[in-house]
Each structure stands twice: as structure tokens, then as C-alpha cells.
């Protein structure tokens, strides 16, 4: 293999994650002092299972599950080798007449063969034979996989009722937040890690988390093939659960995969000496198992394809639209998870954001086909009147053969007809459902806005909001595609995942190597585009995409108000906290809400005061300022948001928190909480009784998603005004890097142009960065400095890189100074022509002879 550079250069953190003096700290307890919970190992894997025993409501619940599992595969297995050797289809059908000795009609078991025959005919069929092999050996392995869960998960339900103090039927109405409290309290006691005297939120969420968020961080930087374009069809995603389980089993669990352990890197991939070697042997690896797909194949297909049919059918007869229904796809989920948010965290957003995503994508309905439908459902429905009324006249009618089968066809047809026909009261407003979906999925494109009329919005919304028939039919073509993704297109980018997991892997005390992403620190992987303008030192490649770093900060803070962030980061949360709340207080103060109704908002903060008008007191005690230039232009996604909160459907958001005041009696407790005080507010429903509690956690849960959409909307509202005018990266527009950087043209990376007509690639083209005077300001921040014109100091041990310092400077005028990169890691100021030097990678091995250098992250 020749020898290449990548875009990715090593990152070394310098940011603390436990209170000062607990750097080396490890805890000793003496023998007889130590609870059953003192020092467990496993961090990753026990979290885990307290999660999603939490999830499963429970151990009951989850050992029925469990067993139903095991019950549901044996049936289908069993189920199909009956259909396929033990009926005669000939009886079934009446194409064979049954002798019997009185005149009773032909009955079901007359259709069966005897147990003999239907024996006979399975030991003679040697696929059948190789069939049950298969699927007697993956019930066996599932079989005793369910034993030690069992004994593990009694385990788990023993540290909830003992530690934990919470039994198992109070456990479905608690909450992540409540149980996440305890733990963190409990730590003090047990000391269920002995590195760290206290446990954070961060710290759980990492361990429970760490492989889905290298999953959400090559899904950012478009590392992983995905996304291809095809003949005839475009530009098309490509991700199923079979192609996501190869993913983990190549990178973090299976044999020879990139970990040792679930909480630590193998120290050959931390090296960057011998690279090389290492992608050859992750080349190969992905061709074995690639391969071990391709001849499982026939197995997976035929599997794939009964489950679907034993899982569909029942529901496509019940309901025939079901499969013009939509879903979010797991492409969807995984572009727009955040980093650190779980999966009920991670549904529950995008469950509030379907109905606006639903309206959103009927408003294409072609006009044409809308047409075709209306009168192949009036031709269909007459013809199924008359069946209907010949049936109601005369049942004998239903024994004429195939008129039952003809009600049934056209009910369908009629059905899915009626898909194709818009409601007749559905108003075109695409704009305002996009703002919508914005505001509750916090992720989107910058070309969509302003563009949500056109088709090409609508097919790449798509990609994420998928038909249901779409989802089924990828699923069962994943058998064939999976190995031809994993042998054509993952094997030629180990190199570049080799660099990933050693550039962007950082060691945490306490918690282990985990992705330098989740860390969510602005100054090493922030965008300047995304507000963290002067607050950030990482390079083009160590920022994030779309804001996720940003974005990510934000709503992790919001779920988690107990969480005390580092200082920078603190400073980050607090300022746009601040910008908001000064623009609350404003509107509040001098405009009466309900007025606000009668003309059109001004601001987005006076637009959420217009329907909850007890929001500002609740939501925005500890938030600042908001311009009304950036939120003019968000006042008709809240407006909309609000009218599709799942809350403000039901009952009145004044009303709720009135109620919920009542019903909990800890008035003061809860302002705290939305205050920011230190106490989870959601937690309070231990003292109350069980629907009380939820109640209060309902509402609660409400305005903390509703203050995350209105902190998403703004910052969104702020980066489309400061980066007007130049070229967007986000995953729409970036190639895929399944190249090095050498087989780019040497004038495409010396003089890159901000006007071409095509996109730029986000790993080898920098953008250009405004000046922090062109980032908006309140008007009622008096003399106090914008965002874009703070900096933070930066520290000694910030960042070491190969490719050479940093390459963003402070030109004249105070704007910021972007390197354009030129081949093998040289960089050359924009305009100027690039010379083709590089500073020289280290030679094979040399990293080897001495013990590797990792920050750890204390």
C-alpha cells in the first residue's frame, strides 16, 4: 500500500473532567468496609444494563420479553418447515377430492400429511436439513445468551432494590434523570469506580455511550460509505441494521476488532508508527468478514424475508396504508443524535418532531397522481359497494369463488388510493414545517432554508424520513449489499479510520478512551460558524459539521442541569443563556403577551410568550440576551412549534404547570430546578404519588425540550446570518473521503475557489470565516463584547499536531486567517500558490520503541 497522509491529525485534550486534586486519585476501602458494589470493573457493560433495565420497565417485564424472543424464533423456523413439507396444497385448494365415509365437508387436518410422510420429506431435503443446522446452532447461542442475561439482570434488579433503594414497580414511573441522581449519590458510599471520588453525568453517559458516539462521530465527518451515488436514482443512502452491526463488529467487539476491551483502545492503534500495517490488517479483516457475509447470505435473505412476511402481513391487512406511513430512518437517527444523548432522549425529540415531518412531506403530493388516485378510488369503491350490497342481500354470494378475494383487493386499493389524496384543508406552507421539524430534530442543512419548496429539499429530507415500504425493502436487500459495501467501499478507507480512532480518541480518568467529540469542548472541536467564534483553537478537521459540538453542549446541559460543565465550556453555556434571557425579560416586561397575537411577533422569545406566557419565568432565569435581528426570522417555527407541542394539544402549558405545582406541592423546588440551582426538578415525583408524578415529569420534561428548540432555532437563526455569503460544509455537500489526499488535484487545493459552482469537500477545502464584528449583537448589551470577539486563553498543554501549529491566525483588521491545505499536510495562505513541502510523518516504528504518548483527561 502506498504511503499517504489522511486529513486527520492527533488531538490532545487539556481539559479537566474532576475536581481538582482527584487526578490520580484512587480510592482504598478497607476489606470489611466494602459493599457489594465497591469496584466494579465493568463500568460500560453494568451502566449499560441499568439503563436498559430502566428502559424495559423492569426485570419482569424484561425476562418476558427476553423469552417471548426465544418463543418468536422457534416458531418461525418451525412454522416455515411446516407450510413447506407437511400440506398438501392440493386439498387446500380443492384440486384433489378427499374420500370420506360420511358427507361432512372437507376439513383443515384433511390437508395435513401424516407425520410419517411429512418426516420422510424433511430428512430428504438436504437445504432443509441445513436450514434447521443454522437455526438450531443460533438458538442454542441466543438460549444461553438468555441464561446470563438472566443472571446478570438479577444483578441488576438487586443494585435498584438495594442500593438504589427503588423497587421494581415504582421503577416504570421513574425517571432517567431521577434513577442517573441516585447513582451519582450513591457513588459516595460504594464507590462503584475507585479512580474518581464522584461521579458526573457526563461520566455515565460516556460509559453507556462510548461506541454509539465514534458511530455518531464518523457518521458527522462522513467517514463511513453510506452515502453513494447510482444511476438512474442519484445520490442515495444506504444504512440498515445488518450494515450497523458488521460496523461495531469490525470496530468495537467482534475478534480483532479496535478495542481490547470495552473501555480501552489497543495501544498499537493510539501509535501512528505503523499505521500502514495496521490498515492492511483492517483491510483484511473487512474482506474476511465481508466475505463470511457473502456466504451466509442465502441463510440471512431467507431469514430476512419470513420475518418480514410473519412480522407485515398481519398489519398490511389490518391497515394498507401502513406502508405509505413514514419513519425516521437509521441514517436519520444517527445524523441527527447529539453526541451523549441516550435512545429514549434521542426518540422522544424526533417522536415530537414526525407530525410536523409528516405534513412537511405531504405537501408534495404530485397533482397528477392525486388525480389518478381520485378516480381509481371512485371506480374501485363503486365496484365494492355493489359486492357488498349483493353480500348483504344474499351471504351465498361470498361462496361465488373469488369474490371475497376481489372485496378485499379493491378495500386495499381504495386505501392506498386515498394516501395519494391530500386533505382538503391542508394549507402550503413548507417554510414554517421546516422551522418546525428544525426546531425539534436541531439539525438541518443551511440550503434547505429558503428552499424547503423544492424537490431537492424533499428528497434529501427523505433520506431521513423514510416510507416504511422503503425501510422494509433496504432491510431485505441488506444481506446482498452488506458484504459489497463492506469489500468495495470500508476497505478502502482503513486507512483513514485508523487515523480517526488515534486523533480523535482521548483517555478519561475514571472512565477510559472514549471519542474526543463527546467531550462536547468548543475550544478543541468547536465551529466558529457556530458561534464559538475565538473560543475555538481546532483546525477544519477536528470541527465539527453541522454545529454538533454546539448543538450537542446545549442540549446535554439543558437534560442534565446538575451537570457542572468545565470552565470554558461554562462560559459558552452562559453567555447564550444570557442573550436569551435579556430578550425574554424585554418582551415580557413592556408588551403584555396576548397582544401579541393580534400582529405579528417581533422576536422569537415574544412568539413562545404569545401562547405559554408563563415560559420566561420558568425557562429563562439563568438565560441572556437574543437579538431581535437573528430572531426575527424564527418567529413562525416557534409559533408552529408551539401548536405542535405534544403537550400544548392536551392541556394548556398554564394550566399544566398550575396542576403539576399542585399536584407535587414543591412550588419552590421545581423554580429552582428551571433556575438552574442544582436540584433535577424532574426527580420530585418520588415524593408524590405515582400520576402526580408523572404529571410533574411531563411538564417538566415539556419546557426543557421546548427551551433546547428555542436555543436550536437561535442558534441556527445566528449561523445562517453569519455564514450568508459563504460556502455551507454539511453532509449534503461533502464527498465522500474514500481517497487520500494526494488523488486531489494540486490547483484544487492551492487555489480554492468560493464561487465554484460545486461544493467544497469539508476535509480538504477551509471556509472562510467572517470577521467577529459581523456577528450580531443586542442591541441591549451596552458596552459589553459580542461573542465573536471574546477569546479564551488558551493553555500550555492544548494541542499537539503533525502536520505543524495551528493554522488559523489573527490578521489585521481582528479577522481570523485561514490556511488553505496543500498535499502531504502543508499549508499555504489562501491566494497564494501552495509549494508542495510537507513536513516529514515519523518513520515506521519509531513511535514504537517509546510508550505511547496519550493525554489523559482528568
Excluded at 483546525?539 to 437534560?559: N, P, R, V, W
Amino acid at each position: 500500500m502506498a504511503h499517504f497522509d489522511t486529513e486527520y491529525q492527533r488531538l490532545e485534550a487539556s481539559y479537566s473532567d474532576s475536581p481538582p486534586g482527584e487526578e490520580n486519585l484512587l480510592m482504598h476501602v478497607p476489606e470489611g468496609a466494602k459493599s457489594q458494589w465497591h469496584h466494579i470493573e465493568n463500568l460500560d457493560l453494568f451502566f449499560q444494563r441499568v439503563y436498559n433495565l430502566h428502559q424495559k420497565n423492569g426485570f419482569t417485564c424484561m425476562l418476558m420479553g427476553e423469552i417471548f424472543e426465544l418463543v418468536q424464533l422457534l416458531f418461525v423456523v418451525g412454522f416455515t418447515v411446516f407450510l413447506a413439507n407437511c400440506v398438501d396444497y392440493d386439498i387446500l385448494f380443492a384440486n384433489k377430492f378427499v374420500n370420506h365415509t360420511d358427507s361432512s365437508k372437507v376439513t383443515l387436518p384433511d390437508a395435513f400429511i401424516p407425520m410419517d410422510v411429512c418426516s420422510n420429506r424433511i430428512r430428504d431435503n438436504a437445504f432443509v436439513i441445513f436450514v434447521l443446522i443454522i437455526s438450531g446452532v443460533f438458538w442454542l447461542h441466543r438460549f444461553i445468551k438468555f441464561i446470563y442475561n438472566v443472571c446478570c439482570y438479577w444483578e441488576i434488579r438487586s443494585f435498584y432494590i438495594n442500593a438504589l433503594k427503588m423497587s421494581m414497580s415504582e421503577l416504570p414511573y421513574a425517571t432517567w434523570q431521577e434513577v442517573q441522581a441516585r447513582i451519582v449519590e450513591i457513588q459516595k458510599e460504594h464507590q462503584i469506580c475507585i479512580h474518581k471520588k464522584e461521579l458526573t453525568e457526563l461520566d455515565i453517559y460516556h460509559r453507556i455511550l462510548r461506541f454509539k458516539n465514534y458511530m455518531v462521530a464518523m457518521v458527522n465527518k462522513s467517514l463511513l460509505p453510506v452515502r453513494f451515488r447510482l444511476p438512474m436514482l442519484g445520490d442515495c443512502v444506504f444504512y440498515t441494521r445488518g450494515l450497523k452491526y458488521n460496523f461495531e463488529l469490525i470496530f468495537f467487539w467482534g475478534p480483532g476488532s479496535l478495542f481490547e476491551n470495552e473501555w480501552s483502545l489497543k495501544p498499537e492503534y493510539k501509535r501512528g508508527g505503523n499505521r500502514m500495517e495496521l490498515a492492511n490488517r483492517l483491510a483484511c479483516r473487512i474482506l474476511w468478514i465481508g466475505i463470511a457475509n457473502l456466504l451466509l447470505c442465502p441463510v440471512i435473505l431467507v431469514w430476512q424475508i419470513l420475518y418480514a412476511f410473519f412480522s407485515y402481513t398481519e398489519v398490511i391487512k389490518r391497515e394498507p396504508g401502513s406502508l405509505g406511513a413514514r419513519c425516521w430512518s437509521l441514517y436519520g437517527r444517527c445524523y441527527l443524535r447529539h453526541f451523549n444523548e441516550l435512545d429514549h432522549e434521542l426518540m422522544s425529540r424526533l417522536s415530537k418532531g414526525y407530525k410536523a415531518a409528516s405534513k412537511y412531506m405531504n405537501c408534495f403530493l404530485s397533482p397528477l397522481l392525486t388525480v389518478v388516485a381520485k378516480n381509481v378510488a371512485f371506480f374501485a369503491g363503486s365496484l365494492l359497494a355493489v359486492l357488498i350490497a349483493l353480500t348483504i342481500y344474499d351471504e351465498d354470494v361470498l361462496a361465488v369463488e373469488h369474490v371475497l378475494s376481489s372485496i378485499t383487493l379493491l378495500g386495499v386499493c381504495i386505501t392506498v388510493c386515498r394516501s395519494f389524496i391530500p386533505d382538503k384543508h391542508m394549507v402550503f406552507c413548507p417554510e414554517q414545517l421546516l422551522r418546525v421539524i428544525l426546531a425539534h430534530i436541531h439539525y438541518m442543512p443551511d440550503h434547505w432554508q429558503g428552499n424547503a419548496h423544492r424537490y431537492e429539499t424533499r428528497d434529501q429530507f427523505s433520506q431521513l424520513f423514510q416510507y416504511k415500504a422503503v425501510f422494509i425493502l433496504e432491510e431485505l436487500l441488506s444481506p446482498v449489499v452488506t458484504p459489497i459495501i463492506l469489500i468495495f467501499c470500508l476497505r478502502r478507507k482503513s486507512l483513514e479510520i485508523i487515523d480517526f480512532f488515534r486523533h480523535f480518541t482521548v483517555e478519561v480518568v475514571g472512565v477510559g478512551d472514549t471519542c474526543s467529540f463527546a467531550q462536547m469542548d468548543i475550544r478543541q472541536h468547536g465551529h466558529p460558524a457556530w458561534m464559538s467564534e475565538g473560543k475555538t483553537e481546532a483546525s477544519i478537521y477536528q470541527q465539527a459539521e453541522d454545529g454538533k459540538t454546539e448543538l450537542s453542549l446545549m442540549h446535554f446541559a439543558i437534560t442534565n442541569p446538575q451537570w457542572q460543565p468545565p470552565r470554558e465550556t461554562t462560559h459558552f453555556i452562559s453567555q447564550l443563556k444570557e442573550r436569551v434571557h435579556r430578550e425574554a425579560t424585554g418582551v415580557s416586561s413592556d408588551t403584555h403577551p396576548l397582544s401579541l397575537s393580534e400582529s405579528e411577533p417581533r422576536s422569537l422569545i415574544a412568539n413562545l410568550l404569545a401562547g405559554p406566557s408563563t415560559l420566561a419565568s420558568v425557562h429563562f432565569v439563568r438565560d441572556g440576551s437574543i437579538t431581535n435581528h437573528a430572531a426575527a426570522g424564527i418567529g413562525d417555527g416557534a409559533s408552529a412549534l408551539r401548536s405542535l407541542s405534544p403537550i400544548s394539544s392536551s392541556l394548556h402549558l398554564r394550566g399544566s404547570l398550575s396542576a403539576a405545582h399542585r399536584a407535587a406541592s414543591h412550588a419552590s423546588v421545581m423554580s429552582r430546578a428551571m433556575a438552574g440551582s442544582g436540584t433535577d426538578a424532574r426527580t420530585v415525583s418520588s415524593g408524590s404519588s405515582a400520576w402526580e408524578g408523572q404529571l410533574t415529569s411531563l411538564v417538566l420534561s415539556e419546557y426543557a425540550s421546548t427551551e433546547m428548540s428555542i436555543h436550536a432555532l437561535y442558534m441556527h437563526e445566528l449561523h445562517k446570518q453569519q455564514s450568508r455569503g459563504e460556502l455551507s460544509r454539511h453532509t449534503w455537500h461533502r464527498q465522500e473521503s474514500d481517497e487520500s489526499s494526494d488523488s486531489i488535484p494540486d490547483e484544487v487545493r492551492s487555489e480554492p475557489k468560493p464561487h465554484s459552482k460545486h461544493f467544497p469537500r469539508s476535509q480538504t477545502f477551509p471556509t472562510t470565516v467572517p470577521s467577529p464584528s459581523s456577528i450580531p449583537t443586542s442591541a441591549s448589551a451596552g458596552g459589553s463584547t459580542t461573542m465573536g470577539q471574546e477569546r479564551v486563553s488558551s493553555h500550555s498543554g492544548s494541542q499537539r499536531r503533525y502536520s505543524g501549529p495551528n493554522t488559523d491566525s489573527v490578521g489585521p483588521g481582528r479577522k481570523v486567517v485561514r490556511s488553505a491545505r496543500v498535499p502531504m499536510g502543508g499549508w499555504a495562505e489562501d491566494g497564494q500558490a501552495a509549494p508542495r513541502q510537507h513536513e516529514p510523518l515519523p518513520e515506521e516504528g519509531s513511535e514504537d520503541e517509546m510508550p505511547p504518548h496519550i493525554h489523559k483527561v482528568t
